[in-house]
């Protein structure tokens, strides 16, 4: 009986890995796949990086908006690349509410990450709500992040691409981070 099962087992497994085996793609097929992805993911990063500010701007809005995450990395990776504020800043609002939570991590190295829930992200004017035990505001303004966790949580997006402030509470005042591409 045990024996048999195992038998049972050892086919099951073996139908499984030819089943796996036939759903690959063609290596020809795939390899042409990928050389017209590159190119096509190279227009993307030259369409960002068109001299003209509003072509950028046109460009960040469509890559950043599609439902393919890999297009909307590229954009976020150009936008913070770029030299241009406003892209800077578009890249910074909708990379943060491209995610559902963030973690802010303090810097004295006594104390434990705070996650905190994105809520209710308004992608025109930068609103949102900060849920960290209860709703509170936020907003994204330009290059700053500012919201509410009990305390006041001041960021800034410095060139290494990462949110540096303070966090507020009362007369405590404790030096943050947020990592925005992790």
């Not at 086919?11 to 390899?31: H, I, K, N, Q, Y």
């Not at 030299?83 to 006594?110: H, K, P, V």
């Not at 709500?129 to 919201?147: D, I």
Request: glycine share 8%; with cysteine; hydrophobic share 40%.
């Amino acid at each position: 009986m045990v024996k048999s099962a195992f038998m049972i087992a050892l086919l099951m497994l073996g139908v499984s890995a030819f089943a796996r085996a036939e759903s690959l793609p063609d290596p020809e097929e795939l390899l042409a796949d990928v050389g017209g992805d590159a190119a096509k993911i190279e227009q993307y990063r030259q369409a960002m990086r068109d001299p003209d500010a509003n072509a950028r701007l046109a460009a960040f809005i469509a890559m950043a908006g599609t439902d393919h995450p890999i297009v909307r990395q590229i954009a976020y990776e150009e936008g913070f690349a770029s030299s241009d504020m406003q892209l800077r800043a578009m890249a910074l609002r909708y990379s943060l509410f491209d995610r559902e939570t963030f973690r802010i991590r303090y810097l004295d190295g006594n104390s434990q990450p705070l996650m905190v829930t994105i809520k209710d992200p308004n992608w025109t004017n930068g609103d949102f709500t900060a849920y960290r035990g209860g709703n509170r505001p936020g907003k994204v303004q330009g290059l700053s992040v500012e919201f509410e966790t009990g305390c006041t949580v001041l960021l800034e997006l410095n060139d290494e691409d990462m949110l540096v402030g303070t966090e507020i509470c009362g007369e405590t005042r404790r030096d943050v981070e947020v990592d925005i591409r992790g």
